[in-house]
């Protein structure tokens, strides 16, 4: 998993810039894959950040710029089924986002639900897995519907299971966890002293079951 491979500023800055470089391995004019020299990663996760600047240093709108990354996601969606990588989590909009102005913020949700809506179909044909995570209460009704719609209609699928993070933070999916965790405890299925890191890690809802294990 790319975050482990770095720290610091350096995991930030190559996670942000990771939707840009994964498509510069596609041949030009061709669209074949250039083939891996190591073996890939199980699960790769993306932080989709860096899209106003992007258009701002090209002389575009906001607007653009998310378009243009939510464009770059679609091509990582695809090589990561072409190289075989199990699982793709994609950052596309923290709960510290709604701090932008509301045009922006309304913007972003619905060009998530449109993407959605355009390439469920793709997703189905191709085994790919699509599961939105994050605070669904923050998120808009048709937002919310189009993502129900797509999880239920690629449940079965496992060529890449692809989480798509919207309206979410680490400090949410932690509580979330916990509190998870406190239920299991109050209804008697485990013990509090049971509770252990790997037992967390199995309750956020980045984990993902890879060949049946739990890949945090």
Not at 29 to 41: I, L, R, Y
Not at 76 to 93: D, K, M, Q
Not at 106 to 120: A, K, S, Y
């Amino acid at each position: 998993m790319l975050p482990r491979l770095l720290s610091g500023s350096h995991r930030r800055r190559a996670l942000s810039l990771w939707p840009l470089i994964m498509p510069r391995f596609l041949h030009a004019g061709t669209g074949a894959v250039a083939p891996p020299v190591d073996p890939m990663p199980r699960h790769v996760a993306l932080v989709m950040d860096g899209n106003r600047r992007w258009a701002q240093a090209r002389g575009l709108t906001t607007a653009e710029g998310h378009e243009a990354g939510g464009r770059a996601l679609q091509r990582t969606v695809r090589l990561s089924l072409a190289w075989g990588i199990r699982a793709l989590t994609a950052f596309a909009f923290s709960n510290e986002n709604f701090g932008r102005p509301k045009m922006e913020v309304d913007f972003v949700m619905w060009l998530i639900e449109r993407m959605i809506r355009d390439h469920i179909d793709e997703y189905a044909r191709e085994g790919v897995r699509l599961h939105v995570i994050g605070d669904s209460s923050r998120r808009p009704a048709s937002l919310q519907k189009a993502a129900m719609e797509a999880e239920e209609l690629t449940r079965h699928n496992w060529r890449l299971h692809m989480m798509l993070a919207v309206c979410y933070s680490g400090r949410w999916d932690i509580v979330q966890a916990c509190r998870e965790l406190a239920r299991e405890a109050q209804g008697g299925l485990l013990r509090p002293e049971d509770i252990g890191e790997s037992m967390l890690a199995g309750r956020l809802v980045t984990s993902v079951a890879v060949g049946g294990v739990v890949v945090p």
